[in-house]
Structure formats: C-alpha cells, structure tokens
C-alpha cells in the first residue's frame, strides 16, 4: 500500500516554504525602504560650522554634513527619516548621560545609520570660560545656540572699556592666557588637559553603548577639527593654536584607534566641514 501521508506532508512543506519565499522579499524591502539615520554630538553636528553667509547667521540657514548626509542617503532611500540630536556645547559627558535615557536609547535601537561628532567642546568649553572670564562673563548664563548673546555682551564690556580708555588693548587682557606666571593661564591649561583626559576615559563608553544598543547599524564618527584660526606664526592666538593641534591629534588618535574595536567608520572633520 502506498503512502500517502508522506507526500502530501512534502507538499504542505514545499507551499509553505514557497509562501515564506514570496513574503520575506517583500519583508526586506520594507524594511530597507524606511531606514532611519540618528546624529549625534555637539555644535558641529548640529550644523554651527554651515552658515552660508557667515555675516548673517540664520539659524534657519543651517545645512551641515549631517543634513547633506541625509539629503545624500534620501536619493537612495526616498522615505529616510531624520533626527539629529546634536547639541551645541555638549561634551563627552553630556553625550554619555543622553545614551542612559530611554528615549535616545531607542532611537539609537532604531537606527539604521548613526553618526557622532563629539570632543570638540572638552576643549572649546574651558577656551570659552577662560576667555570671556576675562572680561566677567559666565558662558553658562547665555544659551543661544551659536552664541551670539554672548559675543553681544562681550562687545558690550570692550566696547564699555575702549570708552573710558582710548589706549585699551583687549589682546593686553588676552595675553594673561599665554603667561604661564598668571593663575589665569595656569588654570585654563590644567582645564585643556582635563578635557583631553575626559574624552580619552568616556569616548569608549560612548561608542561601546551606542554598539550594545545597535550592533547592526552604519555607524560613522567624525574627527574633531581645530576650531582656531591663524594667519601665522605672528598671530598672537598661534600659541594657543598648536597646543590645541597637540591635544587634537591625542583625541583623533582615540577615535582612530576605536575604529575596529567598535566597528565604526571614521570621517574626517576637516573635510567634511570644508564641503559645508
């Protein structure tokens, strides 16, 4: 007597095998259709470094490498969804507590493509308090974010002193930060120092959480880049121009050499900011 149950269970096999064939194509595709790119960081991710007209610097006007990132993967991906979580003035640190909420957590799950650019500010931070400190100003008593309220009360004080004194020289009270006699200049360096230091110890936590949330993501990091500019030698911020290059090359030597322990893509700042 033949049997007839083994046949007709390859039968169901084979249907069911062939149902599974037709939908997970269809699976895939959506899923690939919709994928979903998170920016994380501070000002330069957040687009600070892409004004098109720098004399007039319009929020709205912003269109950094993470928006043209987008607009790039949008021409492969027409349905990519956007969020850039970038936060001018956040460091290291900032970065590591935003990855211990819940919401950033999920969407670094989510994400299909995830790029950091962070560390630029364990440096700008303690320039920027050292700097305005000379003339009274506390940073974190203004939060616009390009810092225009801030530079309008500095204006404010030089422009209060120049009144009273015809000869004041602001780069007098600048030079206190290049005098290593001056506790002024003692404690911004030591702050420098620190804010490398920070970045050596929290950037791996950064880029373990981000690969223990997500290991399947395009995940892309940013080099940070020498926020000074010098026209040489003889420019009186060139001393403080090349110890930042020196702290730099500490901190784009970290990220570098994270790149195939976290398995992440390294970019370099200086070229996609350049293209901005």
């Given at each position: 007597m033949l049997n007839l149950k083994r046949p007709k269970r390859l039968l169901l096999i084979a249907l069911l095998l062939t149902v599974v064939m037709v939908f997970l194509p269809v699976a895939g595709v959506h899923a690939a259709s919709a994928p979903f790119l998170l920016a994380l960081g501070d000002s330069t991710g957040y687009g600070l470094s892409a004004f098109p007209d720098p004399a007039n610097r319009d929020l709205a006007t912003l269109h950094g490498f993470n928006d043209q990132f987008a607009d790039a993967l949008m021409a492969r991906y027409p349905s990519l969804t956007y969020l850039n979580l970038a936060e001018p003035g956040d460091k290291t640190?900032?970065?590591?507590?935003?990855?211990?909420?819940?919401?950033?957590?999920?969407?670094?799950?989510?994400?299909?493509?995830?790029?950091?650019?962070?560390?630029g500010n364990n440096l700008l931070g303690p320039s920027l308090d050292a700097i305005f400190g000379l003339w009274g100003i506390d940073?974190?008593?203004?939060?616009?974010?390009?810092?225009?309220?801030?530079?309008?009360?500095?204006?404010?004080v030089?422009?209060?002193?120049?009144?009273?004194?015809p000869t004041y020289d602001p780069m007098d009270d600048f030079a206190r930060l290049l005098d290593f006699t001056d506790p002024?200049?003692?404690?911004?360096h030591r702050a420098l120092l620190q804010g490398c230091a920070?970045?050596?110890?929290?950037?791996?936590?950064?880029?373990?959480?981000?690969?223990n949330l997500n290991r399947t993501c395009e995940f892309f990091v940013t080099t940070v880049h020498n926020p000074l500019?010098?026209?040489?030698p003889a420019d009186p911020l060139y001393p403080l121009y090349l110890e930042f290059e020196v702290l730099l090359a500490s901190i784009n030597g970290t990220i570098k050499a994270g790149?195939?322990?976290?398995?992440?893509?390294?970019?370099?700042?200086?070229?996609?900011?350049?293209?901005?």
């Open positions: 640190y900032d970065l590591l507590a935003k990855l211990q909420q819940a919401a950033c957590r999920a969407q670094v799950k989510s994400a299909r493509f995830v790029t950091v650019c962070i560390g940073p974190d008593d203004y939060d616009a974010p390009d810092g225009s309220d801030m530079l309008t009360a500095l204006a404010g030089l422009a209060a002193r120049c009144a009273a004194d002024a200049a003692i404690a911004f920070d970045f050596q110890k929290e950037w791996p936590l950064i880029a373990g959480q981000i690969q500019r010098v026209s040489g790149e195939l322990i976290w398995g992440y893509r390294v970019v370099d700042a200086n070229k996609v900011i350049k293209n901005t």
